[in-house]
């Protein structure tokens, strides 16, 4: 990842923080972090426009659907009460496994 990007995810992760406990009436965010199951579908519904993007609609579109999605993500990851350090855990202990073999493990 881009040292870029990781700065603007970080700077993007701490407004989302900072909209905690405002206004949602005002503040688009505050209205998603104020309501996790409508973060979820407003992340979904970016998922899908992503793919959207992805197959037909070009790199520009896809760069800009996947910046919304990234901002849905780290929204719903906050109204959730779900740390970064949490997902970023889940990630290090799958390093090195193979997604194969990572994804049958989790079969009960």
């Known amino acids: 990842m881009s040292q870029r990007l990781t700065d603007v995810l970080q ?3 701490a407004t989302i923080e900072a909209r905690k406990g405002g206004d949602p009436s005002v503040s688009y965010t505050a209205k998603l972090l104020n309501d996790p199951s409508l973060a979820a579908k407003k992340l ?3 998922a899908v426009e992503t ?3 992805a197959v037909a609609q070009g ?3 896809l760069a800009a659907e996947s910046a919304d999605l990234l901002y849905h993500w780290l ?3 906050a109204a959730s009460g779900v ?3 949490a997902v970023a855990e889940k990630l290090e202990a799958r390093e090195g496994t193979s997604g194969i073999a990572e994804k049958a493990s989790r079969k009960g």
């Open 75 to 77: 929204a719903l990851m």
């Open 51 to 53: 793919v959207i993007a």
């Open 44 to 46: 979904g519904e970016e």
């Open 83 to 85: 740390s970064l350090d």
């Open 11 to 13: 700077r993007l992760a």
């Open 59 to 61: 790199p520009d579109a």
